[in-house]
């Protein structure tokens, strides 16, 4: 089992920066492949980005060019660099980890972009 703990969410302006800690609690995390979804009130979880145990991004083309996912192995933490947002970025956004085939998701943390 691991346990993934989300941190960084708030509110900000549009156009503003923000980025999201995901701690992860495995000690095997570079094995990793980590992610970031988000679900805005109303609608279905969607993908933000991914960054596999390769290195190997990928990113919803509402985000492509601003927001940035990166890993730390030796903090066993993944980061969502989040620049120049809009309103529609707002969303309770979710740290994914896949290990072995096997699923886990955090608890979420807000992000708010006022206007």
């Known amino acids: 089992q691991i346990k993934l703990v989300e941190s960084g969410g708030g509110l900000v302006m549009a156009g503003g920066s923000l980025r999201l800690s995901c701690a992860a609690s495995d000690n095997i995390f570079k094995f990793n492949d980590m992610g970031w979804y988000r679900q805005a009130p109303g609608k279905r979880r969607e993908l933000v980005a991914t960054?596999?145990?390769?290195?190997?991004?990928n990113y919803a083309d509402s985000v492509k060019g601003r927001f940035a996912i990166s890993r730390d192995n030796a903090r066993n933490t993944a980061y969502l660099q989040m620049n120049s947002l809009k309103p529609e970025d707002t969303a309770v956004y979710y740290c994914n980890s896949i290990l072995w085939g096997t699923n886990f998701w955090g608890q979420g943390t807000q992000v708010t972009v006022s206007s």
């Open positions: 960054l596999n145990s390769a290195d190997i991004t």
